[in-house]
């Protein structure tokens, strides 16, 4: 059956075309618009195929299953987007595609695609956060400790600490510096070394 004279269809029918190219040849299209017709005035019957099942009686389950749910052509139609205030350093546009693809591909219907991707950027967000507050009550507890291992020189030592560590190149808003075992750990290295050498670079000689 040639497909290209579904170009001649009248306007009426352009809607259906979709399914009428699924059919191969004639006896196929008239055997699957037959089956449609005893579907008419009846109760669908959703019952799971038998795994002999012809091609055609596959194609025709499945777009009916897409027309009932509203299943886009593709994907991409689905139109999903992050929700508002979702951070953008968490926002996987390669990720979420692939979800929406898996989603396409089991003809979830619009509404559920929504709310699974609202659900799911939600826990992901509630994760982050969680994470952030838990790496907040870490740094309050390494600062704690900081603070009663060098009492009223807290804030000397600390910035010693600090203006060594940009010595050394060593990033002082990184995760490692917020440690106390490193601030502690270049502490006693400029204790060593000398403060007046490691502050101004010169400390080359006094490492051995």
Do not use: C
Request: hydrophobic residues 35%; aromatic residues 6%; charged residues 30%.
């Amino acid at each position: 059956m040639n497909h290209q004279n579904f170009d001649r269809l009248p306007e009426h029918l352009q809607p259906y075309r979709s399914t009428f190219e699924k059919y191969k040849t004639v006896e196929a299209l008239m055997g699957g618009m037959a089956n449609m017709s005893k579907l008419v005035g009846k109760k669908m019957d959703f019952s799971p195929l038998p795994d002999d099942a012809s091609d055609e009686l596959k194609a025709e389950r499945l777009d009916m299953i897409r027309q009932i749910n509203g299943v886009p052509e593709s994907a991409e139609g689905y139109g999903v987007q992050y929700p508002d205030g979702f951070p953008e350093e968490m926002q996987d546009s390669e990720r979420l595609g692939n979800y929406l693809k898996v989603l396409h591909e089991h003809n979830a219907p619009p509404s559920l695609v929504n709310a699974l991707i609202q659900m799911d950027a939600q826990e992901a967000q509630a994760m982050h956060e969680a994470s952030s507050q838990e790496f907040d009550r870490q740094i309050s507890e390494e600062d704690a400790r900081l603070r009663k291992e060098w009492g009223n020189s807290y804030e000397a030592k600390l910035d010693l600490a600090e203006r060594g560590a940009k010595t050394l190149g060593i990033d002082t808003d990184s995760p490692v510096f917020k440690s106390a075992e490193v601030k502690l750990a270049m502490s006693n290295l400029i204790n060593i070394i000398g403060e007046s050498k490691m502050v101004s670079g010169d400390s080359s000689g006094n490492l051995g």
